[in-house]
């Protein structure tokens, strides 16, 4: 199966759904196991294309879909 088109946010679903379902499947929270699962994939993703490619990356991605970055991000800081 081919790989999703980088920065599409693709890969970034992927990995971070997969993190989610193993720790609600430990009985967190399933917001607090999506946010865990987008910190882990954002750290990935910084180490594997660096802070300045992955930040062009996270910028596109929130340009297509401003809504929901908006949203996320005041859920976040709401459990902080």
Do not use: C
């Not at 693709?10 to 987008?38: D, H, P, T």
């Amino acid at each position: 199966m081919a790989k999703a088109k980088l920065g599409s946010g693709a890969r970034f679903k992927k990995l971070q759904n997969s993190v989610a379902a193993g720790y609600e499947k430990k009985g967190m929270s399933a917001e607090k196991a999506r946010a865990i699962g987008a910190a882990v994939a954002a750290k990935q993703g910084r180490k594997k294309y660096g802070k300045a490619r992955f930040q062009k990356m996270a910028a596109k991605g929130r340009s297509k879909h401003p809504a929901d970055t908006k949203n996320k991000r005041a859920n976040m800081n709401k459990e902080l």
